[in-house]
T-cell receptor, first 112, second 112 residues
Framework: NAGVTQTPKFQVLKTGQSMTLQCAQD?????MSWYRQDPGMGLRLIHY???????DQGEVPNGYNVSRSTTEDFPLRLLSAAPSQTSVYFC???????????FGPGTRLTVT | KNEVEQSPQNLTAQEGEFITINCSYSVGISALHWLQQHPGGGIVSLFM???GKKKHGRLIATINIQEKHSSLHITASHPRDSAVYICAVNRGGTDSWGKLQFGAGTQVVVTP
């Protein structure tokens, strides 16, 4: 099993550009989620999904969109990048809510 | 005020010492997680608890549901235990079900 994979590992965007961060898991997990990690702030939940076709907002959803058309994939879209979205982004999955979390390696995003 | 509080923020120990990290939360939860983040940035799950105590090698995690408190203990600490340790809770309740909320993390440094 590859576990949870994220692409790209690093990305630099200009203000106003859009992009999609990819997340995939091959463990048939129902629950997938996106977090951002900022210095001194800890991890914060952006969006999450409890199954294909079902998504919901987390703590900091503004400026981000998600969809879950398959069990395996959970992409995160930045609609119009802003410097405040400079962060490290982690995707995670678990078999279901409340189970052990498996994290991807992270994507370091810089918006100039 | 963060609903998940960790203490201490930073901890330095000498090799062989016993380490305790504390996590207090003020919300209803369905599960509590202890995570480890190494300097390279990767995050791994150490424990998932809903009651009692779990042990894995030199690591022990306990939770007291009534007092809304959990501890992570590292026995016979080693320099390779140097990392950030993060407490996270799965929120309970119909409005928050599915959401994972994190403490700010505890930076642990173990010196030889």
């Amino acid at each position: 099993n590859a576990g949870v994979t994220q692409t790209p590992k690093f990305q630099v965007l200009k203000t106003g550009q859009s992009m999609t961060l990819q997340c995939a898991q091959d463990m048939n997990h129902e629950y997938m989620s996106w977090y951002r990690q900022d210095p001194g702030m800890g991890l914060r939940l952006i969006h999450y999904s409890v199954g294909a076709g079902i998504t919901d907002q987390g703590e900091v959803p503004n400026g981000y969109n998600v969809s879950r058309s398959t069990t395996e994939d959970f992409p995160l879209r930045l609609l119009s990048a802003a410097p405040s979205q400079t962060s490290v982004y982690f995707c995670a999955s678990s078999y279901t809510v409340g189970n052990e979390q498996y994290f991807g390696p992270g994507t370091r995003l810089t918006v100039t | 005020k963060n609903e998940v509080e960790q203490s201490p923020q930073n901890l330095t120990a000498q090799e062989g010492e016993f380490i305790t990290i504390n996590c207090s939360y003020s919300v209803g939860i369905s599960a509590l997680h202890w995570l480890q983040q190494h300097p390279g940035g990767g995050i791994v799950s150490l424990f998932m608890l809903s009651s009692g105590k779990k042990k894995h090698g030199r690591l022990i995690a306990t939770i007291n549901i009534q007092e809304k408190h959990s501890s992570l203990h590292i026995t016979a600490s080693h320099p390779r235990d140097s990392a950030v340790y993060i407490c996270a809770v799965n929120r309970g309740g119909t409005d928050s079900w599915g959401k994972l909320q994190f403490g700010a993390g505890t930076q642990v440094v173990v010196t030889p």
